[in-house]
């Protein structure tokens, strides 16, 4: 099994920039990808970005490509979500998923952090 677990949320104005981090942990060899979500309240849970656990492949939802960079440190165990020019819209519970090698389906969510953009 993988664990997952993010931080860095908080609350920031317009314009400003956060990194978001999640640290994956137990049978992280079998890890195919993670990837970063969002959910605001009476939203659908939307995709953000992707990244291949081993050869760091990336992909991007729409809304927030060339905003945010999605990234994972040497050590392989912290995915990082650097969010550029935060917008009011982008206030929402923030959350990594973990895809397993030969898994159609993610099979572990972190808790979430959340992030405001508010004035």
């Known amino acids: 099994q993988v664990q997952l677990r993010e931080s860095g949320g908080g609350m920031v104005r317009p314009g400003d920039s956060l990194t978001l981090s999640c640290v994956a942990s137990?049978?992280?060899?079998?890890?195919?990808?993670i990837s970063w979500f969002r959910q605001a309240p009476g939203k659908e849970r939307e995709f953000l970005a992707s990244?291949?656990?081993?050869?760091?492949?990336?992909s991007y939802g729409n809304s927030v490509r060339n905003r945010f960079t999605i990234s994972k440190n040497s050590d392989g165990a912290t995915v990082f979500l650097q969010m550029n020019s935060l917008k009011p819209e982008d206030t929402a519970e923030y959350y990594c998923g973990v895809r397993l090698v030969e898994s159609p389906k993610y099979n572990a969510w972190g808790q979430g952090t959340q992030v405001t953009v508010s004035s």
């Open positions: 990244i291949n656990w081993r050869g760091g492949a990336t």
């Open positions: 137990g049978r992280t060899v079998s890890i195919f990808s």
